[in-house]
């Protein structure tokens, strides 16, 4: 059971443009949702996150927009770059056994930014 | 400070062989998780392992196992392989306190069943 879906599955911007990637999720007790950005040949790398009470948040040319009574969260690569190409995935977390949290991976969205 | 490291970093293996991965987590995080990595499903939750115990566990069946060293070192082990187990196999440690705010990834383990 998927509960965190991602699209699109893969991304073609050109340089100066921006890129935005979709997450929708089903499960009202996630609670934190991170992005990370992956490098071929590297593991993933925490890019940005937000937390559920705020609708918008900004980290350079990252921004992530919340809407929480749609379940839905995206992340905007404004002016991309050909270094931002990679592959994205968003998550959300989740109280696992006990106290512990756990992280809801989506499948992840290949950008390619040409030049 | 040093970033998570996995060895090795790739590994060819035949069907019904078993397979032991190594994981040591930055300096000072006790927290230590392991994720399955595929094109087609994504990063799949395996285990995760606080102070020796494992914390949470995913979906996968019990030829995945796994364990943590009182150094915080990880090693996770699945035995009589398939070649639906070709994957990237990533393991992160969280520092104290955090839960699950932030995971660093080490680069993970190619493994490829033949």
């Known amino acids: 059971q998927q509960q965190v879906k991602q699209s699109p599955q893969s991304l073609i911007v050109q340089k100066g443009g921006i890129s935005i990637i979709n997450c929708a999720y089903e499960?009202?007790?996630?609670?934190?949702f991170p992005w990370y950005q992956q490098f071929p040949g590297k593991g993933p790398a925490l890019l940005i996150a937000i937390r559920p009470d705020v609708s918008e948040k900004k980290e350079g040319r990252f921004t992530i927009s919340f809407n929480k009574s749609a379940k839905q969260f995206s992340l905007h690569i404004m002016d991309s770059q050909p270094g931002d190409s990679a592959t994205y995935f968003c998550a959300a977390r989740s109280m696992g056994g006990g106290s512990n949290y756990k992280l809801t991976f989506g499948k992840g969205t290949l950008l390619t930014v040409n030049p | 400070k040093a970033g998570v490291t996995q060895t090795p970093r790739y590994l060819i293996k035949t069907r019904g062989q078993q397979v032991t991965l190594s994981c040591s987590p930055i300096?000072?995080?006790?927290?230590v998780s392991w994720y399955q990595q595929t094109p087609g499903q994504g990063l799949q939750f395996l285990f995760e392992?606080?102070?020796?115990?494992?914390?949470n566990k995913g979906n996968f069946p019990g030829r995945f196992s796994g364990r943590q060293f009182s150094n915080s070192r990880s090693e996770m082990n699945v035995s009589t392989l398939e070649l639906g187990d070709s994957a990237l196999y990533l393991c992160a440690s969280s520092p104290p306190g955090q839960g699950y705010n932030e995971q660093f990834f080490g680069p993970g383990t190619r493994l490829t069943v033949l």
């Open positions: 392992y606080f102070s020796e115990t494992q914390r």
């Open positions: 499960n009202t007790a996630f609670d934190y």
């Open positions: 300096s000072g995080h006790r927290s």
